[in-house]
Nanobody, 121 residues
Framework: QVQLVESGGGSVQAGGSLRLSCSAS????????MGWYRQAPGKQRELVAT???????NYADSVKGRFTVSRDNAKKIVYLQMNSLNPEDTAVYYC???????????????WGQGTQVTVSS
């Protein structure tokens, strides 16, 4: 199994910045894509940003130009640098990894426990 542990959430005023980290551990043969999703109260979970093992990134339109996803493949860590935060960014942020736990199994999605980000106006 693959475990994902997020850190770096917290409270910040509008215009501020936060950096989230997510570390993968456990039985890992390969991690394909890693990324971040978020869920605000009363809303569905939505994609924020993803990055492949080759460094190809994908962002939600709402965060383009403000958020940057990056990855350290050797350390199995994915980061999300969030700048120019606004109250609409308030949500629980979840780390996701598409990974294989061994050579003989298909990749599947794994989730972290989530970290709260609160942006006040």
């Amino acid at each position: 199994q693959v475990q994902l542990v997020e850190s770096g959430g917290g409270s910040v005023q509008a215009g501020g910045s936060l950096r989230l980290s997510c570390s993968a551990s456990g039985s890992i043969f390969r991690i394909n894509s890693m990324g971040w999703y978020r869920q605000a109260p009363g809303k569905q979970r939505e994609l924020v940003a993803t990055i492949t093992d080759g460094g190809v990134t994908n962002y939600a339109d709402s965060v383009k130009g403000r958020f940057t996803v990056s990855r350290d493949n050797a350390k199995k860590i994915v980061y999300l640098q969030m700048n120019s935060l606004n109250p609409e960014d308030t949500a629980v942020y979840y780390c996701n990894a598409q990974a294989q736990s061994s050579r003989t199994v298909f990749p599947r999605g794994y989730w972290g426990q989530g970290t709260q980000v609160t942006v006040s106006s």
